[in-house]
Each structure stands twice: as C-alpha cells, then as structure tokens.
C-alpha cells in the first residue's frame, strides 16, 4: 500500500474532525426539537477547540495548543449537550465538569508529547480528577452540606494534608533516590549537571 502524504493526512484529519462534529450536532439538534432556540456559543467553542486541536496536530506542534484545543472542544461540547439536555445535568454542573476534562485532557496531552502516560502529569492530572469529582458531588447535592461550609470546616485539614503529602513525597526522593513518582526513563535525558541537581548531590 501507497504511503499517504502529510497533505493528504492533513485532509483525512480535517475531513475526519468535521464529520465528528456534525454528528455531534445532529445528536444534540435531534434531541433539542428543530423548533428551539439552539446554543450557539456552546457549538462557538466547540468548533475554535477543533479548530486549535487541528493546528496542534498539522501546523504547531504545541502542547499548550493540543491541551487548549481538546478543552475547548470538550468544553464547548458538554455545554452543548447540557443546554440541548443530553446529557442530564444543569449549567450548575458544568464548572465541576470542566475540572474533570482538565485532568483528562492533562493526560492526552502527555500522551501526544512523550507517546506513553508520565509521572509528572499524572499526579496533577489524577489530584485534578479528585477534585472535579469532589465539586460534581457537591453541585449535585450528593453531599448535602454546602461547599462553603465544607471549606470553613475541613479546608484547613486538606491543605495540611496536601501538604504534608508533598513533604513526604520530598524526602522519600531525596533520601531514598527512587525513581518515585518518575520513570526510569524520563531521567534518562538529563544531563550530568541535571542529575546532581536532581539528587541533591
């Protein structure tokens, strides 16, 4: 088989970005009713995401821009689905949710730049994670308590808990010189000057 030039791929992905965003938007319009007031701005963003999403992958290979296009454009569709009642959740829901597609869209984005899931994002894209989930349980109503009140009470307690966990984290790596949380690997291109750096020395 012929192999496909980057012109070519390049179309594939705008042709391929399209079709998932107009199946997307029959999803949303035929569950809305074509007699209502559709969400523009929501549908906006969607497409400035793909669009983003597109230039990550063909033009400038970014990170910044991966990770921006991919939020944008989940963004733009939760929106979307929330306000065409897709999916069943308020415009309450959709701040937790967006904390939620930050730490998903974390993870992507490491996947794009390194090919594999690595240490240094998946720590802050799993703490991400708990904490969109502990926001969606709030505006939910599944704890019944106020967030506001769950902050005056037990706000102190998590940040000394966060941060003690960092302070543990730094002496196990300093004392120890274990690979935790990185990969043999990603130390793999650090120079010597680095290295010692790295370990104190």
Same mark, same amino acid.
């Given at each position: 088989?012929?192999?496909?030039?980057?012109?070519?791929? #390049?179309?594939?992905?705008? $042709?391929?970005?399209?079709?998932?965003? $107009?199946?997307?938007?029959?999803?949303?319009?035929?569950?809305?009713?074509?007699?209502?007031?559709?969400?523009?701005?929501? *549908? +906006?963003?969607?497409?400035?995401?793909?669009?983003?999403? /597109?230039?990550?992958?063909?033009?400038?290979?970014?990170?910044?821009?991966?990770?921006?296009?991919?939020?944008?454009?989940?963004?733009?569709? +939760?929106?979307?689905?929330?306000?065409?009642?897709?999916?069943? %959740?308020?415009?309450?829901?959709?701040?937790?949710?967006?904390?939620?597609?930050?730490? *998903? +869209?974390?993870?992507?984005? +490491?996947?794009?730049?390194?090919?594999?899931?690595?240490?240094? /994002?998946?720590?802050?894209? *799993?703490?991400?994670?708990?904490?969109?989930?502990?926001?969606?349980?709030?505006?939910? #109503?599944?704890?019944?308590?106020?967030?506001?009140? %769950?902050?005056?009470?037990?706000?102190?307690?998590?940040?000394?808990?966060?941060? $003690?966990?960092?302070?543990?984290? %730094?002496?196990?790596?300093?004392?120890? #010189?274990?690979? %935790?949380? /990185?990969?043999?690997?990603?130390?793999?291109?650090?120079?010597?000057?680095?290295?010692?750096?790295? /370990?104190?020395?």
């Amino acid at each position: 088989m012929k192999k496909i030039t980057v012109p070519m791929l #390049n179309i594939l992905l705008a $042709a391929g970005v399209i079709l998932i965003i $107009a199946g997307l938007l029959l999803i949303s319009r035929f569950s809305h009713g074509f007699g209502q007031v559709f969400p523009v701005a929501s *549908v +906006c963003i969607m497409i400035f995401g793909a669009v983003v999403f /597109y230039i990550a992958m063909t033009l400038i290979h970014w990170a910044i821009f991966f990770f921006a296009g991919l939020l944008l454009f989940f963004l733009g569709l +939760c929106m979307t689905f929330v306000f065409t009642s897709v999916l069943p %959740f308020g415009p309450s829901h959709l701040w937790p949710i967006a904390v939620l597609l930050c730490g *998903v +869209c974390l993870i992507l984005t +490491c996947i794009f730049k390194h090919r594999k899931v690595r240490g240094v /994002y998946l720590f802050p894209a *799993v703490l991400i994670e708990i904490l969109g989930l502990v926001f969606l349980l709030f505006s939910m #109503n599944v704890i019944k308590i106020s967030f506001s009140v %769950f902050v005056s009470k037990w706000g102190p307690l998590v940040l000394i808990l966060a941060g $003690a966990a960092l302070v543990v984290v %730094f002496f196990w790596q300093r004392n120890f #010189n274990d690979f %935790f949380p /990185y990969d043999k690997d990603e130390l793999s291109d650090l120079t010597d000057e680095d290295e010692k750096t790295f /370990y104190g020395e």
